[in-house]
């Protein structure tokens, strides 16, 4: 089944415990991208890549790394987790960057840092 | 820099009736528009995408519009079910290669 699939679903946390959460596609996407859903505020974007090795900021990068050594792989980390990226977490992915290309998401992964 | 807007924010309807989602967009250089339904705790699905050369998608009983000039998409939901109660959101891929979603409307369809 085509799928975006992110890890962990749930993580509580506590703040500076480095943390990653992976998110894997098996449609052979080159196009990836992280979001984060809060109350209020809707999605944004945290950072995004256009194929392996090829990573930009989106509107609120910080705090956040992510690296694409894979075409398949797209973790975010966060290198000492703060409170206030507490957040629903979402990743996606198309097939490539382009117009008539639809972004498919995975389900989530809900972050709590204490 | 791009802001996307949606009106309402919320809605109530009873079932079987037809209604329209709105959603504005400040900058008119897009890739494309993407409208998605989010359930409560649950991820997004894509339900129609219209490229910035498109005027309309259908899908079933949905159907979205795309106006550039004037920054707006509408998107018609047809004779609504419980079933359709959800939170749909619209986002605009920028020239750029970002995403841009609304904040969503939250649909109720009473039985």
């Known amino acids: 089944e085509a799928q975006v699939t992110q890890n962990p679903r749930y993580l509580i946390t506590v703040t500076g415990k480095k943390l990653t959460v992976t998110c894997s596609q098996n449609?052979?996407?080159?196009?990836m991208s992280w979001y984060r859903q809060d109350p209020g505020l809707g999605l944004r974007q945290i950072y995004y890549?256009?194929?392996?090795?090829?990573?930009d900021k989106g509107d609120v990068p910080e705090g956040y790394k992510v690296s694409r050594k894979e075409k398949r792989n797209f973790p975010l980390i966060l290198e000492s987790p703060s409170p206030n990226q507490t957040s629903l977490y979402f990743c996606?992915?198309?097939?490539?960057?382009?117009?008539?290309?639809?972004?498919?998401f995975g389900n989530g992964t809900r972050l709590t840092v204490t | 820099k791009q802001e996307v807007t949606q009106i309402p924010a919320a809605l109530s309807v009873p079932e079987g009736e037809n209604l329209v989602l709105n959603c504005s967009f400040t900058?008119?250089?897009?890739?494309?528009l993407q409208w998605f339904r989010q359930d409560p705790g649950k991820g997004l699905t894509s339900l129609l995408l219209?490229?910035?050369?498109?005027r309309e998608q259908t899908s079933g009983r949905l159907n979205a519009s795309l106006d550039k000039s004037s920054g707006r998409s509408t998107l018609y939901i047809a004779a609504s079910q419980p079933g359709d109660s959800a939170t749909y959101l619209c986002?605009?891929?920028?020239?750029?290669?970002?995403?841009?979603f609304g904040a969503g409307t939250r649909l109720f369809v009473k039985a």
């Open positions: 996606a992915s198309s097939l490539w960057q382009g117009s008539d290309s639809p972004l498919h």
């Open positions: 449609m052979n996407h080159e196009y």
């Open positions: 890549s256009m194929n392996v090795e090829v990573t």
């Open positions: 900058d008119s250089a897009i890739y494309n």
């Open positions: 219209i490229q910035s050369s498109q």
């Open positions: 986002a605009v891929r920028t020239s750029g290669f970002k995403t841009i």
